[in-house]
């Protein structure tokens, strides 16, 4: 797996958004399927949502469904995660990885890879 760099994060109120990108520099990712994950101080990594490679079919996880929407522009050879009613439970580090090829498995959230990027820090707090 080759990695990614997210960017887009910062800090925002409760109810306020933010828009992630995860951007390949030497690569494109027109068969992968993408995932962004994200880590809380003190908790373990957890899948967010889920990307097949052609924008066509989307998972999300159960705290983010409805608030949420993951995005791509093969073109641009970037994914998207567009943030919306945001909550202090959704603070931690953002990452994306490529996770498997064509579309999101039913393990996609457990994939396990060496491939992880710097991540890109959310913070929700008034």
């Known amino acids: 797996q080759l990695q990614l760099v997210e960017s887009g994060g910062g800090l925002v109120q409760p109810g306020g958004s933010l828009r992630l990108s995860c951007a390949a520099s030497?690569?494109?990712?027109?068969?992968?399927?993408i995932g962004w994950f994200r880590q809380a101080p003190g908790k373990e990594r957890e899948g967010v949502t889920c990307i097949s490679y052609d924008g066509r079919a989307t998972r999300y996880s159960d705290s983010v469904r409805g608030r949420f929407t993951i995005s791509r522009d093969n073109a641009k050879k970037t994914v998207y995660l567009q943030m919306n009613s945001l909550k202090p439970d959704d603070t931690g580090v953002y990452y994306c990885?490529?996770?498997?090829?064509?579309?999101?498995?039913?393990?996609?959230?457990?994939?396990?890879?060496?491939?992880w990027g710097q991540g890109t820090q959310v913070t929700v707090s008034s």
């Open positions: 030497d690569f494109t990712l027109d068969l992968d399927a």
């Open positions: 990885i490529t996770v498997g090829n064509y579309y999101c498995a039913d393990s996609w959230a457990k994939v396990e890879t060496d491939s």
